[in-house]
């Protein structure tokens, strides 16, 4: 595997389970097929969506050889590599390593609140240590946040770190990220976790999303990335606000990722469920739910009967909207006068 910079859309794939609750390897290594046939770019297991949190070392270690085995060279992994302190993180990311990710994610400290200092020395400390390529993870609403100027000082003193996954959806933190770090370090690459701003993410410079949804919609998603890509930013915003309902829909569904099991199953896939129990009106309201996103999921053409029916084709259709056509035309025009 080549160590160019990540780009495109990497999917963090749910975490399929039996009905024991213990991790369903034959529904994981097909699901893994059926996202590569359909295009995505890369993948990411053992992350948030995958609910690393819930799984035991021994399990995202599992995880990790399952996923590379079935890969086979096929995209580039990256692998989630957080642990609870930093000596189980570096054995993490070194046993990946070895089994052939293309680099690891690494979240911010969760638990105990840090200061800037100490996430710059808790990544810093990892950095020298191991074997592997290293994203930084920023995830604000769950682990400390990781500043601008901890991003600029890393990504100049740490060749390990190579890029970061940035999913608090802040896009001038993106931007200051981005003229801060991109003229120091032209490999480093930005990735946005927040599919709700993925148009716009992209229009200021990321390389790609770590997208909940293609795992869901990788049609969509794509779709959205190529028309970006390609500079068809009308295109792009069009199919922004047709995933926007999605995205809130699933993300919003009982516990989280529950709306996107529920989305999943929609487009034939069983995964299972969550190690997170529901209560009684919980499930029933994810029953609601699931209903709704078959409404919405309805309106697109990608839908198929079975998940034996593969398309490696990223077209979407649209029925006319003029709400739609002129929000982005309002959107776009703003945008033109900055």
């Keep these: 595997m080549s160590k160019q910079p990540l780009a495109g859309i990497f999917t963090p794939n749910i975490t399929p389970l039996d009905a024991r609750g213990q991790l369903d390897e034959e529904t994981l290594r097909a699901y893994i097929d059926w996202l590569i046939e359909h295009g995505v770019h890369g993948l990411y297991p053992n992350g948030s969506t995958g609910e690393f949190v819930r799984f035991t070392p021994e399990e995202r270690k599992r995880v990790i050889e399952v996923v590379v085995d079935q890969t086979r060279g096929r995209v580039p992994i990256l692998a989630g590599a957080a642990e609870a302190n930093i000596e189980e993180t570096i054995r993490a990311c070194d046993t990946y ?41 920023n995830i604000p609403m769950f682990a400390s946040p990781i500043d601008v100027p901890t991003v600029k000082r890393l990504a100049q003193e740490c060749p390990r770190v190579v890029g970061i996954k940035d999913s608090s959806g802040d896009i001038p933190h993106m ?11 032209k490999d ?123 398309s490696k084709t990223h077209n979407v259709h649209l029925a006319d909207d003029g709400v739609i056509d002129r929000i982005v035309s309002e959107v776009l025009q703003q945008l033109r006068s900055n």
């Design 175 to 185: 931007m200051r990220m981005i003229a801060e770090v991109r003229p120091l370090r």
């Design 97 to 137: 390593g070895a089994l052939g990710v293309r680099a690891v994610a690494i979240v911010a400290p969760f638990y105990y609140r840090l200061a800037p200092d100490g996430v710059y020395a808790y990544f810093k400390e990892i950095a020298d240590r191991v074997s592997v390529d290293v994203t930084l993870y």
């Design 188 to 310: 480093f690459f930005f990735m946005t976790g927040w599919d709700a701003s993925l148009v716009p993410m992209l229009m200021i410079g990321c390389d790609g999303g770590t997208n909940a949804t293609s795992g869901v919609v990788p049609e969509l998603t794509l779709a959205i990335y190529e028309s970006a890509k390609a500079g068809q930013w009308e295109r792009a915003m069009h199919l922004q606000y047709r995933l926007l309902p999605l995205f809130d829909a699933m993300l919003g569904t009982s516990e989280f990722p529950e709306g996107f099991r529920r989305g999943a199953k929609i487009r034939g896939w069983d995964l299972g469920q969550s190690r997170q129990p529901l209560t009684p009106q919980q499930t029933n309201a994810a029953d609601v739910a699931q209903s709704k996103l078959q409404e919405l999921l309805s309106g697109f053409d990608f839908m198929q009967p079975s998940r034996s029916v593969s």
